[in-house]
């Protein structure tokens, strides 16, 4: 199986500061034949539903507010918010869908200072 | 507005089987591939298995082979998760979800509290 890592699992935030979460697989997720990272971010908040965030990497998902962006390729991926509001907080976990089992991140708890 | 609707609250023996259902509104069920995942307390997420369009057949994960079945009703437009032989181990939220490796309908339903206690 292919086990994902995060980084940090805590973050506290200030709101209007930037922020950024790290996610690292154990096997690349990038599928050579249509060039797409299989790695999606979620956004889940206290008493919610996961919300995706960012899909196939760096697509970002309809009704995200673009203060949200993913990056990276292969093994090594980022999520960041360039601007944290007071919405944001909750836990953050990346998932990858390239080969099953689809496995998760452990999340990545952010809350406001 | 497309929304996956899931049932109620359960508790279970150990040993029974429980089975899950979610219902797609605003969509269709066919046009969507279905996936479940669980969430137990205190742990990450664990996919449990989904539709694979690509070749047309459901996927289990292989950890809970044997013990799960997913179905689909399309004329109630309904899909379920039936999981047996269960074990305190198995007391989570479980989700219904769409929009795996896909670019579009990228849903989760309102999770499911299942109790596994004697």
């Known amino acids: 199986d292919i086990v994902m890592t995060q980084s940090p699992l805590s973050l506290p935030v200030t709101p209007g500061e930037p922020a950024s979460i790290s996610c690292r697989s154990s096997?690349?997720?990038?599928?050579?034949?249509?060039?797409?990272?299989?790695l999606d971010w979620y956004l889940q908040r206290p008493g919610q539903s996961p919300q995706l965030l960012i899909y196939l990497g760096s697509h970002r998902a309809s009704g995200v507010p673009d203060r949200f962006s993913g990056s990276g390729s292969g093994t090594d991926f980022t999520l960041k918010i360039s601007s944290v509001e007071a919405e944001d907080v909750g836990v953050y976990f990346c998932m990858q869908t390239l080969q099953t089992p689809f496995t998760f991140g452990p999340g990545t708890r952010v809350d406001i200072k | 507005q497309v929304q996956l609707v899931q049932s109620g609250a359960d508790v279970k023996q150990p040993g029974a089987s429980v089975k899950v259902s979610c219902r797609v509104s605003g969509h269709i069920l066919l046009e969507l591939s279905i996936h479940w995942v669980r969430q137990a307390p205190g742990k990450g997420f664990e996919w449990m298995g989904g539709f694979d369009p690509d070749h047309g057949e459901t996927l289990y994960a292989e950890r809970f082979q044997g013990r799960v079945t997913l179905t689909e009703d399309t004329s109630t437009e309904t899909a379920y998760m039936e999981l047996g032989s269960l074990t305190h181990d198995d007391t989570a939220v479980y989700y219904c979800?769409?929009?795996?490796?896909?670019?579009?309908?990228?849903?989760w339903g309102q999770g499911t509290v299942i109790t596994v206690s004697s």
């Open positions: 979800a769409t929009g795996f490796r896909a670019s579009t309908d990228h849903y």
């Open positions: 096997q690349t997720l990038l599928r050579d034949s249509n060039g797409y990272n299989y």
